[in-house]
């Protein structure tokens, strides 16, 4: 019998097995009832085999596994036909109507399109009380589409001389009612066409009373805008996908149409009356808008509404101040009425609403802003034209100054409010953690950018103009030493200080006076270490261009100048020894070397000077090279010599070339050796070849065009003892080298005298000559062979 713990218990109150007997007894009843379950599918899947039928000895083929399968469903193919065969008769009764209509009498006409349109418009019902549903709609177009038919012919045959818009007006007004009415029968309603034909139809009646009415462009912008609100309540309040959907595009279509209309009349009222009456306009088309968005459920399309609202009721207040206010004053109005619109976050307004609202706002403050740019690019950019000018003569005021080679904008005054006024909406109304940031990063732009435009405007003295700017300029660099906004303030000092620099290039004494002063903040803010990076090579420049201007108001040749321009790479140099950060040190060293090139170019036309300015700057790299991780600076130090030395031979019109290349080998072997004595493995190639090759090469060159003998003499001397070298220390390239141009060199000195003595010889002898040391080279070709290798193996055991 199944052990069964309730039963057990049941029986048993008193007696409880113990958990190892438990569990033994569990573990069998577990393993039995498995095992029935696995006899019972046994028997079931026999019992399956047994009731299946005999399969046939030749069974019937199978379809193929890759049969293609029907591209088209069948309400899909059915859709089609009813579909095509309702364009058919669409086409068919129109040819009727406008070909064969005259034909018939006026009775035969009425009776044939009142029959065949009744006829449409009523067996619909019969095909929706069979199911046939898609039939149905087919159908029910083709009536549609015949009372049109009717209409046209109507009025071809009793309205001829009509008007057309308005007869167009109150067709598609009646058809809409028909069709409304047709489609809201109860039988109707499983029909979808006619409620969404009603609501296109009824798109047209305003719009063509308009037209027949000569209401001109304020009535057009009317209607539409009327048309554009019946839609929205259309598309608001009504449930059906299909006819909200039409609803929408027909009040955003027409929304659109009407809103640019009022605007383009907004934009060309020539009086009060016609801008009031645009603003009436754009106001309506606001308020459509503005009621969509508290409508509609999704926060993104209902603040494109609102955004579009705000923007529609800033040009309509714009609008009617344009024509009240001087024209000077046009982007004010416009933007008092943008910036009246951030009374939202006062009200309480769906937060999509607010938000689109806000955003409106933002949108015309920023384009007030930007008609201020011209003003700000021309005080910035157009000191620039000083640079071709310099220090001929103090402008007359600050708009002279900056206006040198630039057209200045009309309307200064006003469009500097732009910037002002949305400076002081940044500063004073944006809160939020994510957005305060930005606000005070564009706050602070706009309230720099205009006051170094305000000078310009203001026609302030030119002394006064720099005083202001520099002012503006220490400010900047004093807020980032204080990590306020550094990286934004850091930016506008530098923008600053370099219109600043070329605003003083109209007097000699500015110029020398701003340099000072830009280069004394800069060096101050350098102590800064999170500005040093910037402002230590901005001091640099400044101090370079200090450097040459002084140079220049003392009459000095611009050589002499170079002399002062080096005074800033060594600042550099010991400016990056004591700075402590890897990424500030790179810039000040790339300015410093930046600055010696400069000085290098000052005094190119004059080879002395070149020469002792090329070896300051050696001297200079030299003392950068003792630094432990400016080690390669060494090589740059040692061509700056080598620079310097081969300039002042030239300058002296030394023609040697051994002048010029004795100071390359004596310090190329003077490492050499020094590299041997620390490592005895370094081939002698790498530690004398490049030295040896520096002299002996160029030498060997000008001793095979030297008609003189001293030369050649001293080459094969200084060859042979470095042969002779090499083959007392067995170093390989000392020996190659020595005794290569130890025997290039006596070629060519016993060259004279083989093409003498060749002349006096017989023809026959030069080629026997050659035969026989073709042959002797022959016989004792395998002794040479021996010989060859036995030096190839003395050379290789050399160094």
């Not at 606001?286 to 999704?298: C, D």
Request: glycine share 8%; charged share 10%; net charge positive.
């Amino acid at each position: 019998m199944p052990y069964n713990v309730t039963q057990t218990t049941l029986r048993g109150m008193t007696h409880v097995p113990p958990p190892a007997e438990e569990l033994r007894l569990l573990d069998a009843e577990l393993w039995q009832l498995d095992a029935r379950r696995a006899q019972l599918l046994h028997r079931r899947a026999w019992l399956v085999a047994a009731l299946q039928p005999a399969r046939p000895a030749h069974p019937a083929p199978q379809a193929p596994l890759g049969t293609p399968r029907p591209e088209a469903t069948a309400p899909g193919v059915q859709n089609v036909l009813l579909l095509l065969g309702g364009v058919l008769l669409t086409v068919a009764a129109m040819v009727f109507t406008l070909v064969s209509w005259g034909h018939l009498g006026i009775a035969g006409r009425a009776v044939v399109l009142g029959a065949v349109t009744l006829a449409a418009l009523g067996v619909p019902f019969l095909l929706l009380k069979r199911g046939l549903r898609s039939t149905a709609e087919s159908v029910a177009g083709l009536g549609l589409a015949l009372t049109v038919l009717d209409a046209y012919a109507l009025q071809q045959v009793a309205f001829m001389g009509t008007d057309g818009a308005g007869y167009t007006a109150v067709a598609s007004a009646l058809l809409a009612g028909l069709w409304a009415a047709y489609g809201l029968l109860p039988r109707a309603a499983e029909l979808r066409l006619p409620l969404p034909a009603a609501l296109a139809a009824a798109q047209l009646p305003l719009f063509f009373w308009a037209i027949s009415a000569t209401a001109g462009s304020y009535g057009i912008a009317a209607v539409l805008l009327v048309t554009a609100g019946l839609d929205t309540a259309v598309a608001l309040r009504v449930t059906a996908k299909s006819i909200r959907v039409l609803a929408s595009v027909g009040a955003y279509g027409t929304g659109a149409l009407g809103a640019l209309t009022a605007g383009w009349l907004s934009w060309g009222a020539a009086g009060p009356s016609a801008a009031a009456r645009a603003a009436a306009l754009l106001t309506l088309a606001a308020a459509i808008a503005l009621v969509a968005a508290w409508r509609l459920p999704k926060p993104a399309v209902a603040a494109g509404n609102a955004v579009a609202g705000g923007l529609l009721l800033v040009a309509a207040g714009g609008g009617v101040l344009r024509v009240t206010l001087p024209d000077e004053w046009t982007v004010t109005g416009y933007l008092t009425c943008g910036v009246a619109l951030l009374a939202a976050l006062r009200v309480r307004l769906p937060e999509p609403v607010r938000r689109g609202l806000v955003q409106a706002s933002g949108a015309v403050q920023a384009v007030a802003a930007a008609c201020a740019l011209p003003l700000v690019v021309v005080a910035l950019v157009g000191p620039l034209g000083w640079a071709e000018r310099w220090w001929t003569g103090v402008p007359a005021d600050a708009r002279a100054a900056v206006a040198v080679h630039m057209p200045w904008p009309p309307y200064p005054g006003q469009l500097l409010l732009g910037p002002v006024v949305v400076a002081a909406v940044l500063a004073v109304l944006v809160r939020g953690e994510t957005r305060r940031p930005w606000a005070r990063t564009g706050a602070t732009v706009l309230a720099w950018a205009t006051v170094v435009t305000l000078p310009a405007v203001l026609q302030l003295p030119y002394p006064a103009t720099l005083l202001l700017q520099g002012a503006v300029t220490g400010a900047a660099l004093a807020a980032a030493a204080f990590r306020l906004l550094p990286r934004t303030c850091t930016t506008l000092a530098l923008g600053g200080s370099l219109s600043l620099s070329f605003l003083s290039l109209a007097s000699q004494t500015a110029t020398l006076i701003v340099l000072s002063v830009l280069t004394a903040l800069f060096a101050t803010a350098s102590l800064r270490p999170h500005l040093a990076p910037v402002t230590a090579p901005a001091a640099l420049v400044y101090a370079t261009a200090l450097a040459c201007a002084t140079g220049t108001a003392a009459d000095w040749r611009p050589q002499h100048i170079a002399l002062l321009v080096l005074a800033v790479p060594l600042a550099a140099a010991l400016l990056a020894a004591r700075l402590g950060e890897p990424h500030a040190r790179v810039p000040v060293e790339v300015t410093g070397a930046a600055a010696g090139l400069l000085a290098v170019g000052l005094a190119i036309t004059a080879p002395p000077m070149l020469a002792l300015v090329l070896a300051l700057c050696g001297v200079i790299a030299a003392g950068v090279a003792v630094r432990a991780d400016r080690r390669p600076v060494g090589y740059a130090a040692a061509a700056l010599f080598l620079l310097a030395s081969w300039v002042r031979l030239a300058a002296w019109d030394v023609g040697t070339v051994e002048a010029y290349t004795l100071p390359v080998t004596v310090p190329a072997l003077c490492v050499g050796v020094w590299r041997r004595s620390r490592d005895r493995q370094a081939s002698s190639w790498t530690a004398y070849g490049p030295g040896l090759a520096a002299t002996l090469l160029p030498s060997l060159a000008a001793a095979w065009d030297d008609p003189h003998w001293t030369r050649p003499l001293l080459l094969g001397t200084a060859a042979l003892l470095i042969t002779l070298l090499g083959a007392r220390h067995r170093l390989q390239a000392l020996l190659v080298l020595g005794g290569s141009v130890l025997v290039l060199d006596t070629l060519h000195e016993l060259a004279p005298y083989l093409v003498q003595m060749t002349g006096a010889l017989p023809r026959w002898v030069p080629p026997a000559l050659a035969g026989l040391l073709l042959l002797a080279l022959g016989a004792t070709y395998e002794r040479r062979i021996r010989e060859v290798r036995r030096v190839r193996d003395v050379l290789a055991r050399m160094h």
